[in-house]
């Protein structure tokens, strides 16, 4: 086994000699100064202290209440766009691979997904302003879609019975989603124009699973009996979850590294982790730059493990995938 | 069959999901082409679009990034091309290093990477923020970082389409010389790949924000920041106008390829 091993060692020596990598050292180079020093910059950075020595103390950071918060602003924003997109994303992917859309739907809808995922950014946000900011144009279709109580009595009359004040409610605009405590400049508002890239992204990542999915499995196992809820819960549903996990992860990772959209659409306001970093760059708000450094460093690290993940659970959907 | 099936199943469900997605992709976008005509009360006009192509910091903004996006698509071309036509004929074994390398941007979120150049680069003996000129190096560098996944995999498909070895012993039997394997029998072979290499990589240093922002360049994307502050009904103008950038190159490449298919067509007919 190891004389094989040897000899497979020396023909690939043979044949791609250490000279034969020569070519690639121009993209090397490129990549040394321009990626990995960067990165080593940053690694570096958050190990040592100010006057060049080893330490963790700059993990002290994550004590800082305003970085947790960050920190914790962003996983949520994350796992919520991800959980949001991911579902809806999954049911229309389905609806065009299987559910059997007509065809002009699937060709507009995988054309769009690939647009739209990579969509992200400042024009992003200004559509959403335009569309449903508090000006926009859907926001006042539906603000418009008012009654004033005094024209239904009846109603008026529960209601005054019910110790309800009615001179305060003369206009009541129930599709109004700002009276909702909804506003596009927080939390859900980041949410619903983050999902504008993230179910796109979905669909382009689960569809060729879907498309693994095959009819003579589903006629085996209602042949054995199955109903359809069984098919789902014991064969499609296995098969597909990795590919699912996986996408998901690929969401969240996506959503977690974003800045340009939450920028255009909040200013700032809404503290994420990559908004925080953007502050730090700008005038070292934490007064310290190695913390800075470890700051950044904790985002990779959660960036590093979601990316594993996610081409570790990719590995084991492709089984499903071929041929 | 196939088809006997799938019509069989269109449910309400399929067609309510289906309904849901377009909805969500096509209102904010309707949205925003709306607003942005409604700049004069009453009317719809164009008055918002009028107002930004008179803003020289538009057009400033403009020309930046469309240097820099060609700029950025010259040198992203000639790394890659030669890059991954070695890797193809000398070293396949590299493709795994190769591969991870150029997913690294994924992984690495915009803003890090321009913290990590911005430290690196904004102090000896590396330093390269001293000059507006040396800014810009720093600035193309970036993009070519950020654009390498989009570069790499449409290059590598391309290569993959066609037999690089043979071609490239073909060419070498008569006579010629590296470079003109290179440039005279492989480019033309991938210029189709190129070109949608280099679409996206135009579309992805028009719309970023991010390195301009933070090296203080006068590109597209800060300028839209800015307008965004202040000004209601221009910004919506300029998302419109950003968008028929992107679906302009998008479109420019849907044509080209199905041109290059039909002569393919032809060929075998012929």
Not at chain 1, 176 to 195: K, R
Not at chain 1, 206 to 226: F, R, V
Not at chain 2, 158 to 167: A, E, F, K, P, Q
Request: aromatic content about 14%.
């Amino acid at each position: 086994m190891s004389q094989m091993f040897a000899t497979r060692q020396r023909k690939l020596w043979r044949e791609y000699p250490l000279w034969n990598w020569v070519g690639l050292f121009p993209f090397f180079i490129f990549i040394v100064f321009f990626l990995v020093f960067p990165s080593l910059r940053l690694f570096t950075g958050a190990f040592t202290n100010q006057e060049g020595g080893l330490t963790l103390d700059n993990l002290k950071v994550f004590e800082n209440p305003n970085v947790l918060k960050a920190y914790i602003m962003s996983l949520q924003v994350s796992a919520i766009t991800a959980f949001v997109g991911g579902f809806f994303g999954f049911l229309v992917a389905y609806s065009i691979t299987q559910g059997g859309a007509p065809r002009w739907m699937r060709n507009v809808i995988s054309t769009f997904s690939g647009l739209a995922a990579n969509f992200g950014g400042v024009p992003l946000a200004f559509s959403f302003i335009a569309t449903i900011g508090q000006t926009g144009i859907i926001t006042a279709m539906l603000k418009k879609a008012c009654f004033n109580l005094e024209n239904y009595g009846a109603l008026a009359q529960f209601l005054a019975s019910g110790g309800v004040n009615v001179s305060d409610i003369t206009n009541v605009c129930p599709l109004n989603p700002y009276t909702y405590g909804f506003s596009l400049y927080s939390l859900s508002g980041l949410v619903l124009a983050y999902t504008y890239f993230q179910f796109p992204l979905m669909i382009l990542t689960i569809t060729p699973a879907l498309e693994g999915l095959k009819k003579e499995w589903y006629e085996a196992s209602t042949n054995l009996g199955a109903t359809p809820a069984k098919y789902w819960r014991d064969v499609a549903l296995p098969v597909l979850m990795p590919s699912i996990l996986g996408a998901s992860l690929l969401l969240f990772g996506n959503a977690f590294g974003a800045y340009a959209t939450a920028r255009a659409l909040t200013g700032g306001s809404i503290p994420l982790v990559s908004i925080y970093i953007g502050q730090q760059i700008r005038g070292d708000v934490l007064g310290n730059p190695n913390e800075g450094y470890a700051l950044a460093f904790g985002m990779v690290a959660i960036m590093t493990l979601t990316i594993v993940a996610y081409s570790l659970l990719q590995r084991r959907a492709t089984r499903w995938m071929k041929s | 069959m196939d088809e006997i099936m799938s019509r069989k199943r269109t449910s309400f469900f399929t067609i309510f999901w289906g309904i849901l997605a377009l909805l969500y992709f096509f209102l904010p976008i309707y949205g925003t082409l709306d607003f942005s005509l409604r700049m004069e009360r009453g009317i719809l006009g164009f008055k918002a679009y009028k107002i930004i192509f008179a803003d020289p910091r538009f057009w400033e903004g403009f020309r930046y990034s469309v240097t820099m996006a060609v700029i950025t698509i010259i040198v992203s071309a000639a790394i890659f091309v030669p890059t991954i036509y070695w890797m193809y004929l000398k070293v396949p074994q590299a493709r795994p290093i190769m591969e991870i390398i150029t997913i690294l941007p994924f992984v690495i979120p915009g803003i890090i990477l321009v913290f990590g150049l911005i430290r690196t680069f904004s102090r000896p003996p590396l330093q390269l923020t001293t000059s507006t000129f040396k800014t810009d190096i720093l600035m193309i560098a970036g993009y070519v970082i950020i654009s390498m996944p989009y570069m790499f995999r449409a290059v590598d498909v391309g290569m993959r389409s066609i037999d690089v070895r043979t071609l490239t012993e073909a060419a070498q039997s008569l006579g010629s010389n590296w470079f003109h394997v290179l440039a005279d029998v492989i480019i033309p072979n991938l210029r189709l790949a190129i070109l949608g290499g280099s679409l996206i990589c135009f579309a992805t240093v028009m719309g970023e924000l991010i390195l301009a922002d933070f090296l203080v360049r006068p590109a597209l994307g800060p300028y839209m920041v800015r307008l965004g502050l202040t000004k209601a009904y221009e910004p919506a103008a300029l998302a419109i106008i950003s968008y028929s950038l992107t679906w302009f190159s998008l479109g420019l490449l849907q044509f080209f390829s199905s041109r290059s298919e039909r002569q393919k067509q032809q060929v075998i007919t012929t």
